[in-house]
């Protein structure tokens, strides 16, 4: 190999192991979401809440294609940057903030919609079946759609913990502040942090990038010198 460095060494295990843990979060998270949808589907059904439980199917089936085609300005967005960036770590990382506010608002509105449709129908004094099956179907599809990507996809496991911890802060601070408008002000604080995450890998990447091209330069480089040295 061209780079068999102690540093190039870390760097290879830290990308195997955060490949490994990213794995391993996306398949909790599916288990959890499938579990969550079968208790609750029957316990809905139980209470003859049948309106729930088709409007929620009805929901994740169409959610992919819907958010396929909401998706459809960023890949352009991000597509264009990177011709015009050229290997700018700042213009990366800004079109990264951007792109990742994007898709994320999109993903956080999804959130939005699904726990807005759950409360309002809720039927019962016993919330807790309505509410995991709000989870159901919000992570149903996004996990879906993340199974034609790489396990280990970052930017699918971003997607699903904002999912996860967007779902929970509504939950947890409309049940306790009581206030819709401060959960949706928490879910809000959630996408920025995550976007912010995304500009910095992406920004992150780009360097790593350049630096790989650099020392690629220099070993072609020491090699035609060698050659040329060979020669004479």
């Keep these: 190999m061209i780079y068999d460095t102690p540093t190039q060494r870390i760097a290879n295990t830290a990308s195997t192991v955060g490949s490994a843990v990213l ?29 729930v439980i088709v409007a929620g199917i009805l929901f994740s089936v169409a959610m992919p294609y819907a958010f396929g085609l909401v998706l459809l300005p960023s890949l352009g967005f991000i597509v264009l940057m990177l011709k015009v960036s050229r290997g ?35 039927g019962s004094e016993n919330h807790v079946p309505y509410l995991l099956w709000g989870y159901s179907v919000v992570m149903g599809p996004l996990a879906y759609m993340a199974r034609h990507d790489p396990p280990d ?19 947890i601070l409309h049940y306790s502040v009581g206030s819709l408008v ?51």
């Design 182 to 232: 401060v959960s949706i002000i928490g879910v809000a604080a959630m996408i920025m942090v995550f976007s912010l995450v995304t500009a910095f890998l992406a920004s992150a990447v780009a360097r790593e990038e350049q630096e790989l091209a650099f020392a690629e330069e220099a070993f072609r480089a020491n090699n035609e010198d060698d050659l040329e040295e060979a020669e004479e």
């Design 23 to 51: 794995t391993l979060i996306g398949f909790l998270l599916f288990i959890a979401g499938a579990f969550s949808g079968v208790v609750s589907g029957i316990w809905l059904a139980v209470l003859g809440e049948w309106g």
């Design 88 to 122: 700018n770590r700042l213009l990366i990382g800004i079109s990264g903030l951007v792109a990742g506010l994007y898709n994320h608002a999109a993903i956080g509105i999804w959130v939005l919609f699904v726990y807005l449709l759950i409360t309002k129908n809720i």
């Design 153 to 171: 996809s970052t930017a699918n496991t971003l997607g699903l913990l904002l999912a996860v911890l967007s779902y929970l802060v509504l939950v």
